[in-house]
């Protein structure tokens, strides 16, 4: 069964992220690093598809933990009507 992103095994009690997702997260890094400038919202749904992960990635939360505190350094502005402050 799939849900939300995860193929989940009730046999075996375990969870996995699908193929689709998978594709995607192995996608977007791809993206972020092909070019000189890419913009703040690529970079935010980095970080949200990581966070997403953490429920089936070791340690998942802890691996994002150098990219969350150099994109905070940025200090971008959020455009107006996201509700960012």
């Given amino acids: 069964m799939i849900y939300l992103g995860l193929q989940l095994d009730s046999v075996t009690f ?3 992220w699908s193929v689709d997702r998978r594709m995607n997260t192995t996608r977007l ?3 972020v690093l092909a070019g000189p400038r890419v ?3 690529r970079l935010r749904s980095l970080l949200g598809m990581m966070a997403a992960a953490h429920a089936v ?3 998942g939360l802890l691996h994002m933990r150098n990219f969350q505190r150099w994109f ?3 200090r971008l502005q959020h455009p107006p009507g996201t509700g960012g402050g």
């Fill in 14 to 16: 375990r969870a996995a």
């Fill in 29 to 31: 890094p791809g993206e």
């Fill in 39 to 41: 913009p703040a919202r």
């Fill in 57 to 59: 990635v070791r340690l």
């Fill in 72 to 74: 905070s350094r940025l």
